[in-house]
Every structure is written in structure tokens, then in C-alpha cells.
């Protein structure tokens, strides 16, 4: 329910042509079942004229695209991408690794959220779409 909610939030901003750029555990609010993002101070169009407009979140949950001033990128995917890895960590009930190369690797091959030992606890349905939200080729 909760990634269903924060989904619904962002596609929310997305189809009002918004993206948030700061998505992280710390920006994702509950209070009676209820999710809400917070922090919107990161928040852009979707279509940024120059890369110089663009500031960075935290980057444990940025997309690589965003780390690599990648201008094709859908800025909207780097959304999708942060809060995929928002759930994992909270599913594993761990923070994402601080070492950078072990960032860059999540990154570039992925992970196989099944390999996880506290990823055996949730369905094979939820691993798919976490999965699917953290794929690095969108």
C-alpha cells in the first residue's frame, strides 16, 4: 500500500509536468497509513532547458543518468528509479551501501533482489516490481 500511494504521488507531480529529484526514505512521510513526499525544494519541470538548472539529491537514490548529466534521460525515470530505491532499503531494513563503487555497480548491472536474504520475506511479485524500478536500462 505504501508504494502504491507514493506511486500515485508521483504520477501526480509527473503529470503536471514536475519531478521531484529528491526521493529518499527521509522524503517519504507516513502518518496513519497515509504517505506523503516531502522536500519538494529539488523539484523541476520535467524538460530542464540545461543541465546547470539540475541539482542533485542525495545520491544513494539517484539514477545514473542523473549522475551523468545524461540530457535524454526522463527525468520522470530518475523519480521512479529514487523511490525504488527508497523500498528496497526499506524492505531490507538497511542503509544502501555508502561505498561509492558498490553505488556505481548497483547501478550499472542492477541487482538480483532474489540473491537477498531479506528480500525472501515479500513476494515474488513485489521483488518484480522493485525490480522493474531499479533496472539501470529504462
Not at 500500500?1 to 529518499?24: F, T
Not at 496513519?32 to 522536500?39: C, F, L, M, P, Q
Not at 542533485?56 to 523519480?79: F, M, P
Amino acid at each position: 500500500e505504501m508504494l502504491k500511494q507514493a506511486l500515485l504521488g508521483l504520477k501526480s507531480m509527473h503529470d503536471g509536468n514536475m519531478v521531484h529529484l529528491d526521493i529518499k526514505p527521509d522524503n517519504l512521510l507516513m502518518k496513519e497509513g497515509d504517505v506523503k513526499i516531502a522536500d519538494l525544494g529539488l523539484c523541476r519541470i520535467t524538460r530542464i532547458k540545461k543541465w546547470s538548472d539540475l541539482d542533485e539529491g542525495d545520491t544513494r537514490y539517484l539514477a545514473k543518468e542523473v549522475l551523468n548529466y545524461n540530457e535524454s534521460i526522463d527525468l520522470t525515470k530518475a523519480d521512479i528509479y529514487s523511490l525504488g530505491m527508497s523500498i528496497f532499503q526499506g524492505a531490507i531494513l538497511e542503509d544502501l551501501p555508502n561505498n561509492a563503487e558498490h553505488r556505481l555497480s548497483i547501478r550499472s548491472a542492477g541487482l538480483n533482489l532474489r540473491d537477498i536474504a531479506q528480500m525472501q520475506n515479500y513476494s515474488e511479485e513485489f521483488q518484480d516490481i522493485i525490480g522493474q524500478m531499479i533496472q539501470p536500462n529504462w
